[in-house]
């Protein structure tokens, strides 16, 4: 039985990040797999941070691309949960030790043995390859049913931005209707936070350096109002929580100042160096930090399927494979709104 299948796809082979057609190769469809022809696949701004080896543990060659969806064309013979011609979905997650606290409590994105969907080291030795591919091999634990009729082009981000946000909104409470919560950011993760709050019937402000972005916030979005850094003032204490998806260095101390006491700072953006934090402003009205990083399995699909409930998508540019490198260029300096979205599918071509 063939140990491998060939695979065509786009990547990187040192730090320049230029992407590029190669050939490689995947495990073959274990009993537990699942193969599906890889449909579209989301550009996340950490693919770039990756690429680049901006975090250090970067690892040659890459194919990026942790936001893929795609229909299933083989399944082992041990697979339950999915068929042939199913949609599904693919995210961060690519495999965990499936024993410790966090793992029997559906947490695997906080698992010390997480494998992620790219850049992961495989028991056996070899590197995890992402959605920039023609086909993927999953295991079924990790694979999430896309639901009928939801548009998968569209939708494809959701299994990263989506859980990005979805996930602590609902942890630490503030999915509760009549809430008054802040967005601090309004890009790829931002915008998909507004509308989840909306869904959940809060109040949103939105925070933004952008003054560009208020029309859209407003009138598009919904958001209660639109504030720009100095304006913060005329809010002071107003809000329950804020999510900060802010990915540069940024002071908090401003955002802090929103909050009413016993209110939640909830950070999920990743700068590339420390915030300071104003302890003062924390102590004296008990204020909380907290952060977060995706979601489990089982909560990726809950939100894949509220969001097909309320039509929750996120707001793409839909390219072709060969405009990928100009796709990064532009998202480095925030030309996109708010998402590119790769279709692989008819764009890739087999004998690259």
Known sequence: MAKTVKATGWGTKDTSGHLSPMEFTRRATGDRDVQFKVLY?????????????????????????????????????????????????????????????????????????????????????????????????ADEDYVIRWPNNFPMDRGVPLVCAGITTYSPLKYYGLDKPGLHVGVAGLGGLGHMAVKFLKAFGAKVTVIDIAPEKKTYALETLGAYQFLLPDELGSARGTLDGILDVVPAFHSIEGLLKLLRPHGKLVVVGLPDKPLELP????????????????????????????????????????????????????MARGDVKFRFVIDVGNTLKADN
């Not at 909380?288 to 939100?303: A, F, H, N, R």
């Open 41 to 137: 696949s989301g550009i996340c701004h950490s693919d770039l941070h990756f690429m680049k080896n901006d975090w250090g543990d970067s690892k040659y060659p890459m194919i990026p691309g942790h936001e893929v969806v795609g229909t299933v064309t083989e399944t082992g013979s041990k697979v339950e949960k999915f068929k042939v011609g199913d949609n599904v979905a693919v995210g961060v997650l690519a495999g965990s030790c499936r024993s410790c606290d966090e793992c029997t409590n559906n947490l695997e994105n906080y698992c010390d043995e997480r494998l992620d969907t790219y850049n992961s080291i495989l028991p056996d030795g070899s590197i995890t390859y992402g959605g920039y591919s023609n086909l993927m091999v």
């Open 279 to 330: 302890v003062f402003a924390l102590a004296t009205q008990r204020k909380m930090i907290g952060g977060s990083l995706i979601g489990g399995i089982k909560e990726t699909q809950e939100m894949v399927d509220f969001a097909a409930k309320h039509n929750i998508l996120p707001d793409v540019e839909i390219i072709s494979m060969d405009y990928v490198n100009t796709a990064m260029e532009r």
